[in-house]
T-cell receptor, first 114, second 116 residues
Framework: QQPVQSPQAVILREGEDAVINCSSSKALYSVHWYRQKHGEAPVFLMI?????EQKGHEKISASFNEKKQQSSLYLTASQLSYSGTYFC???????????????FGKGTHLIIQP | DTEVTQTPKHLVMGMTNKKSLKCEQHMGHRAMYWYKQKAKKPPELMFV???????INESVPSRFSPECPNSSLLNLHLHALQPEDSALYLCASSRVIGLASTDTQYFGPGTRLTVL
């Protein structure tokens, strides 16, 4: 029941756009997006809520499609600093409604070239 | 301030050693988490503490023993680990927890553990 991310890897030139998708077979209440650089901790980007969207970071936005149980992360005019691995995380796979941790997708490795 | 601190940053231990990892936050969060991350893999949940009580143990071997002495502090006691336990151990905290939670989980920098 791990969320499925696509693509697995993306190579862009600076200034290009990218879309990263995250889908789940389980009903989603929220999707949490993180970016992790090599050797560092995951850094929170934003939370997407069922029924809405929330922009939280730089030129990065996201959407939540309830019908498809999918969230998409949009990176526009990418900068070198956007390089890293992007993870989506969802709640609700451990306890079924109570205290819960995040289940992460396998990640999307993003490389931005000058 | 959204800082979660972890000590030590690096730890090398033998299979017969006993060591502890420490995590601290002063954001008033009442949920704290331990995740394990292997190279090129996503973080995987190990334990969840809610109001200082263990609420989730994700089938973690008993050689890992969590402890939450107070609302700001989370420890992970290690004993008789195996080389395959070598990984980055991440601590996180959040304000509230639950299925519909919109509260962010903030991660600490992690402890990189090597078991020889």
């Amino acid at each position: 029941q791990q969320p499925v991310q696509s693509p697995q890897a993306v190579i862009l030139r600076e200034g290009e756009d990218a879309v990263i998708n995250c889908s789940s077979s389980k009903a989603l209440y929220s999707v949490h997006w993180y970016r992790q650089k090599h050797g560092e901790a995951p850094v929170f980007l934003m939370i997407l809520l069922k029924g809405g969207e929330q922009k939280g970071h730089e030129k990065i936005s996201a959407s939540f499609n309830e019908k498809k149980q999918q969230s998409s992360l949009y990176l526009t005019a990418s900068q070198l600093s956007y390089s890293g691995t992007y993870f989506c995380g969802i709640l609700g796979l451990y306890s079924g409604g109570g205290a819960d941790g995040l289940t992460f997708g396998k990640g999307t490795h993003l490389i931005i070239q000058p | 301030d959204t800082e979660v601190t972890q000590t030590p940053k690096h730890l090398v231990m033998g299979m017969t050693n006993k060591k502890s990892l420490k995590c601290e936050q002063h954001m008033g969060h009442r949920a704290m988490y331990w995740y394990k991350q292997k190279a090129k893999k996503p973080p995987e949940l190990m334990f969840v503490y809610s109001y200082e009580k263990l609420s989730i143990n994700e089938s973690v071997p008993s050689r890992f023993s969590p402890e939450c002495p107070n609302s700001s502090l989370l420890n992970l006691h290690l004993h008789a680990l195996q080389p395959e336990d070598s990984a980055l151990y991440l601590c996180a905290s959040s304000r509230v927890i639950g299925l519909a939670s919109t509260d962010t989980q903030y991660f600490g920098p992690g402890t990189r553990l090597t078991v020889l």
